[in-house]
T-cell receptor, first 113, second 116 residues
């Protein structure tokens, strides 16, 4: 079955460390997105990519970096420059036809110790 | 600027009754799409229903319907015959289309609790 796989599901990090969250999709979608979710808040856009080798900053890109070397993969690195990285991270890809629905992965929960 | 507003942080509904979750939006885009997602405690976002800004009829998907009032800029989700499994967070979202770039913004969500 097609879908989006995010790993790891849970991640603990010490302050000052960079961590990379994986996002892989086999839906053949061109566009991919990273969102951050904090308790009691909606989803906020970190980065998005419309095609391979191209990506744009979202509303809260500071302290994050991404790459898009393959259509299937859109990893997110949370750098030490991110002041408050503890959050739930959701990756999504966009259907390129019709309603352009976003399909989401199961999420990764990052906790900074 | 685009904005989604969900004013109900939490809602209760009795099992088998209908419930309406409110969503208002603001956009200057002539063409846009509105979505509702369900987020169970597991965290995954599940797509429920879509309404295009030019659609003449309100969208329906099984027990879900979208009450779209364009002039009032509202896109309320109606869940009929609530079930215990409907207990979850519900997010309203909007997709704008500007210069070929699709961006999606989300509201803060409504937590629905279905009572037995």
């Amino acid at each position: 079955d097609g879908g989006i796989t995010q790993s790891p599901k849970y991640l603990f990090r010490k302050e000052g460390q960079n961590v990379t969250l994986s996002c892989e999709q086999n839906l053949n979608h061109d566009a991919m997105y990273w969102y951050r979710q904090d308790p009691g808040q909606g989803l906020r856009l970190i980065y998005y990519s419309q095609i391979v080798n191209d990506f744009q900053k979202g509303d809260i890109a500071e302290g994050y970096s991404v790459s898009r070397e393959k259509k299937e993969s859109f990893p997110l690195t949370v750098t030490s420059a991110q002041k408050n990285p503890t959050a739930f991270y959701l990756c999504a890809s966009r259907q390129g036809t019709g309603a352009n629905v976003l399909t989401f992965g199961a999420g990764s929960r990052l906790t900074v110790l | 600027a685009q904005k989604i507003t969900q004013t109900q942080p939490g809602m209760f509904v009795q099992e088998k009754e209908a419930v309406t979750l409110d969503c208002t939006y603001d956009t200057s885009d002539p063409s846009y799409g509105l979505f509702w997602y369900k987020q169970p405690s597991s965290g995954e976002m599940i797509f429920l229903i879509y309404q295009g800004s030019y659609d003449q009829q309100n969208a329906t998907e099984g027990r879900y319907s979208l009450n779209f009032q364009k002039a009032r800029k509202s896109a309320n989700l109606v869940i009929s015959a609530s079930q215990l499994g409907d207990s979850a967070m519900y997010f309203c979202a909007m997709r704008g289309l500007k210069t070929g770039t699709y961006k999606y913004i989300f509201g803060t969500g409504t937590r629905l609790k279905v009572l037995a």
